[in-house]
């Protein structure tokens, strides 16, 4: 069974900048974060192959404010958020894909984590 954990999760201002880490327990995964906003759906941030590390982020978020990022040695997958905004407040999940390709598309990810809370006051 594939196992995800993310950490790195917090409260912080507006204008911070926040990394979350993504270990994911085996090689061979495309990965992906993504966040879930209080009565809203979850959705995707970034997402990053494994074969290449292609990446892929959500059209409308502000360019340069997220990235994602691949160690394979320790099987980690970042995502660097600067700027951050109240709106930006989700729990933040990672989640691996059976495939090695890109995928962005949220029902091609199989194995998730719990989720971090990140929390941006203003």
């Known amino acids: 069974q594939v196992q995800v954990i993310e950490s790195g999760g917090g409260v912080v201002q507006t204008g911070d900048s926040l990394r979350l880490s993504c270990t994911v327990s085996g090689p061979g995964y495309a990965t992906g974060w993504f966040r879930q906003a209080p009565g809203k759906e979850r959705e995707i941030i970034a997402t990053i192959s494994w074969n290449d590390n292609s990446t892929y982020y959500r059209r409308d978020l502000q360019k340069g404010r997220f990235a994602i990022s691949r160690d394979s040695a320790k099987n980690t997958v970042d995502l660097q958020m600067n700027s951050l905004k109240p709106e930006d407040t989700a729990v933040y999940y990672c989640?691996?894909?059976?495939?090695?390709?890109?995928?962005?598309?949220?029902?091609?990810?199989?194995?998730w984590g719990r989720g971090t809370q990140v929390t941006v006051s203003s």
């Open positions: 989640a691996a894909s059976r495939f090695r390709r890109l995928i962005v598309v949220i029902e091609n990810f199989q194995y």
